[in-house]
């Protein structure tokens, strides 16, 4: 069954230091997302991508976050300058239309900011 | 607001045994879809089971199935013959058609007792 890829699984980064979180979505899919869990709070919504564009984005997508798609495959998430409080697993996600279709996630990117 | 609660931060069934997990949501859309993920300490987030807000019919698959209350806008989840495998953290989930941003609850909590 097709599913999306996340890598790293797991990183350590000094707060200060630019963090890039890679994304590899299902292959037919359009749309896609990144959410963040801090530990023990509610997955939250970051952003949305379509078309190249983001679509839509909440209060927590500040100038400090950026996605792209460089190579029509991989959907990264870069946190420019992290701080203690970027600390989460971040889920990437895809899905065929916005239209209501199920939302599938990756198995999460947990980042460490020390 | 659009807002999701699940009011039981904990729940424990007996293996073999039926469990429901609560959740409501507010909102003042008439076409939504609403999800129920499963996310183990692997922490993936896994689809459990979803409804459309237009379909009248409760959503079923397998061993787990939703009773889906429209105008008192609550949505819980039944898993029947309860496994070990069940035990993880669960969110309930909503979502407004045409729209990317998913509203998440802040998760129960099922153990699973053998």
């Known amino acids: 069954e097709p599913e999306v890829t996340q890598t790293p699984s797991h990183q350590v980064t000094q707060m200060g230091q630019e963090v890039i979180l890679r994304c590899v979505p299902i292959?037919?899919?359009?749309?896609f997302y990144w959410y963040r869990q801090i530990l023990g709070q509610k997955v939250e919504f970051l952003v949305s991508?379509?078309?190249?564009?983001?679509?839509?984005k909440s209060e927590i997508f500040d100038d400090q976050f950026s996605v792209e798609r460089p190579d029509g495959s991989n959907f990264t998430l870069k946190i420019r300058s992290t701080k203690l409080e970027d600390s989460a697993m971040y889920f990437c996600?895809?899905?065929?239309?916005?239209?209501?279709?199920?939302?599938?996630f990756g198995e999460g990117s947990w980042l460490t900011v020390v | 607001a659009q807002t999701v609660t699940q009011s039981q931060p904990e729940m424990s069934v007996q293996e073999a045994e039926t469990v429901t997990l609560s959740c409501t949501y507010d909102t003042s859309e008439s076409d939504y879809y609403l999800f129920w993920y499963k996310q183990p300490p692997s922490r993936q987030m896994i689809l459990v089971i979803r409804?459309?807000?237009?379909?009248?019919q409760n959503a079923t698959e397998n061993r787990f199935s939703v009773n889906f209350q429209k105008a008192a806008k609550s949505f819980s989840l039944k898993i029947s013959d309860s496994q070990l495998g069940d035990a993880a953290m669960y969110f309930c989930?909503?979502?407004?058609?045409?729209?990317?941003?998913?509203?998440f609850g802040a998760g129960t909590r099922l153990t699973v007792k053998p």
């Open positions: 409804q459309e807000a237009y379909k009248q």
């Open positions: 991508f379509y078309n190249n564009e983001i679509s839509e």
């Open positions: 292959s037919n899919h359009l749309y």
């Open positions: 996600a895809s899905s065929e239309s916005v239209s209501g279709n199920t939302i599938y």
């Open positions: 989930a909503y979502r407004v058609y045409n729209n990317n941003d998913m509203r």
